[in-house]
């Protein structure tokens, strides 16, 4: 067992890490879950406040999907939808058409957020191309948020708008168009909340009116950009897209990788402000958290175009050798039955509730710019200077120095650069909703004010 930590340093890169910093600190190695828990391999427990990065649904290692994996593992494992079929990637494929947003009636699988996004930009791509009319031939390009997030290939990075991750790459990328992100703690449009009428939504209007005619499709985050920092819209502001699109001819892809499957205290979110998008993509807690699974819904119109005679070649020419896995459909299917039979999502608005109350104290500390809440989506953006909202210097890397701090206290959390997160399970308890706060406030509290007292910074 020993070896086990010399070996992970030794052989293993890990995603989104600095190796050399990495290196230097002792990290946990985790050997099981239980509910709303991880043990390591020194037998230490931590609350799992992230979810395992926004998958696990009903808590790790929970009965009925374990007995529904186990009895497909029996039946097998894998088989190849290239032509054939099998059993639980029909009857997930219908289940996903029956509670997903109106107008969405088929499903490509895949294997993962962004293999999910990059089939939805191919389809929507292909789908001019075949569309009837010649004044639809030029609609190619797409365009993307500032501050979004879809994933980590070529193609998903090319939609991307975190310069951090993703500028280093331009020169690899298509390109696009970038409007404006509804980041109202740091209004790109330099107004006030409340009082600024979406004025964001201008520059995508505008551009949708001028250029419509090369725009294949906007890609959005429905309500909540995950990997920018839980950046929540404005209520309205979803639909008011959804009608821009429509007015313009464009496609909307709805990227519901994170927020999807009852992280917003929705199904899914889209249904908070009843859009329907052409293409929808899942994955992320689609099987609860066991297995790799991605999803791409469209409507039957497009669907449509892509059908033809063998020789036409309007095939969809593009697939992965696991895609529609048995064992993870099984996974899903049991997932999705725990949210009908356990009502999951009514079971979410006392817990939403118990949040928003427990974050409202968080205030009091003079580093907490920002909290943002979206059901069970938060993020509280720490700052040096509350007036000025002056960011903590990149080099201190506050966040990560909360997690090591929360991470003593029992709870395994993961930043997004100066945004603590947190995105608990959804079966989590009261009381360890409640513990998951406590562990949160005090480790802000201990590292800010250990980073004042020593100089570090002047506020
Ligand atoms: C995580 C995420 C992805 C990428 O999913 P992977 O499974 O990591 O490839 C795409 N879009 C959004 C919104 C995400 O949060």
Redesign the pocket.
Known sequence: MENLEIWDKEYVWHPFTQMQQYRNEETPIIERGEGSYLFDTKGRKYLDGISSL?VTTHGHCCREINEAIQAQLNKISHSTLLGLANVPSILLAKKLVEITPQGLTKVFYSD????A?EIALKIAFQYWCQARGEENKEKQKFVYLDNS????TVG?VSVGGIDLFHRLYKPLLFDGYKVPSPYCYRCPMGKEKGSCGMACLEPLEELLAARGREIASLII?PLVQ??AGMITSPPGYLKRVREICTSYNVLMIA?E??VGFGRTGKMFACEEEGVSPDIM?L??GITGGYL?L?ATLTTDEIFEAFLGSHEEQKTFYHGHTYTGNPLAGAAALANLEIFDKKQVITGLQPKIELLTKGLATFYALPWVGEIRQKGMMIGIELVQNKAAKEPFPFALNIGHRVTLEARKRGLITRPLGNVIVLMPILSMSEEELTEVLDITYTSIKTVCADIVGKGLITG
Do not use: I, L, Q
């Open positions: 926004w993962s957020g962004a293999t996004v997030y879809h994933g980590d998903s985050e995950g990997a990227d990788v994170a993509c994955a992320k790799p991605g």
